[in-house]
Structure formats: C-alpha cells, structure tokens
C-alpha cells in the first residue's frame, strides 16, 4: 500500500509541476524580456531584422497597434490593408507620430489568389526583414454556420489562412535565397486551442494558423529564420464589439495598445507566446479546458 501511495503521489507531483509549467511559461517569458530589456544592453529588433517591418491588417485593432509599437522602436513601416482612406489616415499618424517612413499597400485578401502577384511586386520594393501576418475576419456576431453566406465563409478562409500561408511561404523563400534572416510573426487567437460553437469557421481558421506556425517553425529554423505564433485572448477590437462586456475591457480584456506593448517585446525572442501577461494564465487554464463559445 505504501508503495501506490508514494507512486502516486510522485504522480500527483509531475502533473502539478506540469500544470504550473503550462499554466506560467508564457507571461514568464514576457516579463523576462521586458526586464532584459530594462537591465540589459541586448541588440535591439532593428539591429535585428534592418529598417523595415511589414503588417497586414494594420489599420486597425492589433495590427494598427503593432505597427505603431514597431514605429516606437524604429522601424520604417509597411502598412497592407484593403481600404485605402483608412491607409492613408494611419500612414499620416505614424509619420507625424513617429517620424518614420511608411509605405502603404492596398490589397484585399477576401479576393483570394488574383492579389498575390501585384502584392508581391509592391512588397519587392521595400527590404522587408520582419513580416507580422495579422490580418483577419470574424463573425459579426456569434451564429452557427448555416446562417453565414457562402461568400463570408470564403472571405474567411481567404483572409485568415490563405493570407499568413501565401505570405509566410513568399518571405521563407525570398530570404532563403537572398541569405536573410528575418523573423515572421502570425498573429492567431487563444480560439484555436478548443473548438468554437457559434465561431466555428474562425476558430478552426486558427487552428489552421497555430498548427502551420508550428511547423513552419521547424522548416525555416535552418534556413536562419524565426517564426513566432502569437495567440491573444479576448482584446478591446471592433472584433468583439459584438459584446458591450468584452468592449468594457478589464484585466484579462486589455485595451489594444495595452496589449501591442506586451506583445512587441516577444519579437523574435520565444516562438510561442500569448503576447499579454494575464492572457498567458487565462488561455492555459479556461481556454484551454473548455469547449469555447463566443461570450455574448
């Protein structure tokens, strides 16, 4: 009897060691580099990854907010959206902000495969090191499948898995052989950890995304390039203004510039991250362990 009681609690004490990792790894790391950064001398991201950084999506929620932290820090900014006032607008914003060049690229992902080669030409003009996929669409509001259009199913799938794919797949071989070693993040959501009722095509997007990053992570890691997977939880966005509680913000709800100041500071440091602090606690404990529902 002795000998089960004291195997199982060896067991019991794996699993919980287990737990604390899961649960602590990613706002661990965070609040490593962030102290790095304040007590150490460490070679900044633009000595990293050169002049330019390029985002998709970047005239709003996270995305916006990322290509201002970017700017913040040093970097020239390439800006890929699809609406050409809402460009123009941050591009201003960065630049009078920041005093940094932006170049602006109008491309509508919804459109699928016709986009890529006038992308890609428009891209070749700047020195792009550090690519951030970022782009995506949700639900207007949490139903099941059926009461969507097939054409914003197919919007769906074409921004939120074909944009990061055909990207991803462009700058890992441009890189390669060029000789570069940049840094590509994609932008995911703690929605791919469970399946998703009532967000069921966004939430098997990114599971699509998370599972792709992965192994992309190993393909481009001899080549000399990193890949991170970034995976917030529930963020103040037009994205969740389906719910006056999640737009209220709160400790685990954070404003997206709270946010992007947490996330910026993963770049090219750890491969995997919730990008925010408290998101790292509550993605591995309710995310994680529940089937999900979009809260309404």
Known sequence: ?????????????????????????????????????????????????????????????????????????????????????????VAEE?????????????????????IYEKLFEDLAKKPI???????????????????????????????NIAAAT??????????????????IVNISSALELKPCPTGAVYGASKAYLRSFTLALQHEAKPLGIRVQLVTPAFVVTRMCNYS???????????????YAEWAVESIGRTPYTTGYFWHGILANNFYKNYTMAFIK
């Not at 960065?94 to 016709?114: C, L, M, R, T, W």
């Not at 890189?175 to 570069?180: D, E, L, N, S």
Request: proline fraction near 2%; include cysteine.
């Open 1 to 89: 009897m002795s000998w089960w009681c004291s195997f199982f609690t060896y067991l019991g004490f794996l699993v919980f060691l287990n737990f604390l990792y899961d649960t602590f790894i990613s706002p661990l790391q965070l609040l490593y580099h962030k102290w790095l950064k304040v007590l150490s001398k460490e070679i900044s991201l633009v000595e990293k990854y050169g002049k330019w950084a390029a985002i998709t999506g970047s005239t709003d929620g996270i995305g916006k907010a990322l290509a201002r932290q970017l700017a913040r820090r040093g970097f020239n900014i390439v800006l890929i959206a699809r609406n050409e006032e809402k460009l123009k607008r």
């Open 94 to 114: 960065i630049e009078n902000d920041f005093g940094v060049e932006v170049y602006k690229v109008q491309a509508d992902f919804s459109h699928g495969k016709p």
């Open 129 to 159: 090191k550090l690519l951030v996929n970022n782009v995506g669409i949700a639900n207007s509001t949490p139903a099941s499948v059926e009461t969507f259009s097939s054409e914003h199913l197919w919007d769906m799938i074409n921004v």
């Open 166 to 183: 055909q990207l991803s797949r462009h700058f890992v071989d441009l890189w390669h052989r060029k000789g570069i070693k940049g840094c």
């Open 244 to 258: 006056a509680f999640l737009m209220k913000g709160n400790l685990f709800t954070p404003q997206v510039d709270q």
